[in-house]
């Protein structure tokens, strides 16, 4: 009998510690646990980052290989390079797009997604024509494939005075749709482009300088949130 | 006259210890009322509890231990359920508390075997038991970067500064020796042999942001000094931490036996009057020599992002300094990386404990009841840790009840408790300073839990109630 009776101490002091320590576990998480809790879905934090920087010469911006034909009676527009040396190149291929980075890899791929991208573009074209800069990024899974460009308006041509042409600084900002701002972590590539708009000085102007300067600027404003994939 | 000056003084000192001294969470006081308790025998080796012949044997995962968490937050602050059930981390949540300093203290301690024999006149005591502490700090503007980012001009700059961190993992295996020296006094003190498993010690620990006031440089500072000490090997180029291999987490952890270190535990037990009891011990006094995959590590590194910068990277440059655009950005990555990767060199260090001072006072009421009360005071670096606690223990056959109300500094107070219950053969405890802590851990700044189990032999019925007084005056009296 006295057996009997230390068998039920035993019994309800085992089941009353199993009762506490259940107790201790019944929170809204277990540790277990820890490793698959994220931040909250409306986690956001609004950054602003350098994205790209760049010190060109004009020729740079022109030219996307080194070869190219001009075309019977064309129009012809001279290089003049810092030795004086010149080099004859059909005029339309200031305007024409040139893929100056053809395959930039662009790998900033995180546990995060950006939104609301805002690009801001600040140029000091050196160039007598107004400057293009274009991005495009491509599929990380067919290379082939590539997505809406990016480009903002052209950024303003040199001014003229005193027999030569003066750095013009101007600004531009290019809000990104979702579909774009996804590409920015979901892609792996980007190709960039550039050109000028023509304008009346390619009539009465046959000679440029090679090194114009153009200096390009870009700044990134956006929301990071967290990746809805992990 | 003297009484009321006792008293007077007494008091000043608690107050003292109250409102001077930072606190953090420790043993539940009643613990200290249970000299007969194992786990009380390893916090003051001078308790002889029980009868002299019993014999106190724990085994792994039975024995137990104990878990305490101190901070000025609660984890439900931080970690909270969203809309969907899940639980998420709440930065916004968590910012908008308005603490300036995030600070959070946790520690456990793991008996893996406690072994109590008696010994000629006194007894013989062995355990095993493995320890963790941590102790973390950072100024709450290192969480504020996460919920503001850098956009806003109020936003651009940040500044962590005095973020610390320092935490340990280590077993120790004592050896000690409890007696009475007198009727009235008892005395124990263990000698321990240690074994560092894990260290980091990192101080002034400061990451930084500044973003110009255009936002085209975004200078990334990180700065900070300490010591370090894993059972894995690190990956280290160029001077630099790169990875830590954390495999075989589990074996190494039981195979870490390379970082030696001693300590001692002592304690005295004195027996004021038939009712009154007054103990102190003093222990964890002394450290750990770590020389084995131990580094001094020093991070004093910065870089002023200012874009990839593609001057160089253009398909058909022909200045013949082209670098490909994959490398300008692999390279200003690699950069930023570096900025938060620390140098290590490798070296040797001497780890001091956390010393830990007890005070207990207890007053049997009724042959059933005892009050009591425990001052446990710990010192770390430069700082002097209290908590304070009235107790109680009520007696009803082999169960024995006890609250404690704990005081860690005035304005975080807390009740506590627990049960033990004692049979011929056993010997299982719980006790905790915070009976919230018991539904939802997690909605608790500060808390402590106990618990384990003990097999106990050649141990002598109960045969009457109430306690046994070591001290008889009525004897004493008579031989005179």
Known sequence: MRSFYSFVKVTFVIFSFGFVINSCIIDEFKVGEIDSINMENDWGMDIVSPLFTGEF????????DDSFNIEGSEKISILKFPDNRTLQIPSRIVFEPSTVIDSMDFLIKGNYTLHSIRLKYEVENGCPFPFNFQMRFYSAEDPTKSYDPILPPSFESADFAEEKFIPVVSEQFVNLSEEQSRKFTESNRIEISTWFDQSDLINYQDTFLSDYPVKISMLLFGEIKKNANN | MRIIRRRTFIIILISTCIYVFKSYAQTAGALYLLPENYYSQILNPAFTGGNDSTIYVAIPVLGGGTFGNSGNFKFSDLLRKQDNGEMAVDIEYFYNLGNTKTKLTDWSAITLIYLRLPLRKGKLNFYIKDNLFATGQFKTEAIDFF?????????????????????AIYREFAVGYTTKLSKRLSFGINGKVLFGMLQADLREWNYGIET????????????????????????????????????????????????????????????????SR????????????????????????????????????????????????????????????????????????FMGLRPKAVLNYQYDLTDWMTLGVTNQTVFFHKNVFNSFSVSSKQKFRGFTFFENINLNKIHTVSVGGGLQWQGKFLQVFFATDNFLALYHPADQKTFTMSLGMCFLFNNQPNGRRGSFLEYLPFYERKRK
């Open chain 2, 147 to 167: 919920n503001n980012g850098n956009y806003q001009e109020k936003y651009r700059s940040y500044n962590t500064e005095e973020g610390s961190f320092n935490g």
């Open chain 2, 278 to 349: 007054f103990a102190l011990s003093v222990s964890d006094l002394g450290g750990i020599w770590f020389r084995h995959k131990a580094y001094n590590i020093d991070q004093n590194s910065s870089y002023d992002f200012r874009g990839f910068d593609l001057t160089n990277s253009l398909d058909n440059d022909q200045s013949g300094n082209f670098v490909d655009s994959r490398v300008i950005i692999s390279n200003a990555k690699e950069n930023i990386r570096n900025v938060y990767r620390p140098e290590a060199d490798t070296s040797e260090y």
């Open chain 1, 57 to 64: 010469e004009f020729k740079d911006l022109i030219f996307d």
């Open chain 2, 212 to 275: 110009s006031d255009s936002g085209d440089a975004v200078l990334l500072t990180a700065a900070g000094k300490g010591n370090l000490s894993l059972p894995f090997d690190l990956e280290i180029y160029d001077g630099r931490i790169h990875n830590v291999l954390a495999e075989n987490i589990f074996e190494r952890y039981l195979g870490s036996y390379q970082n030696p270190g001693l300590a001692f535990d002592v304690g005295l037990s004195y027996v004021i009057d038939e009712l």
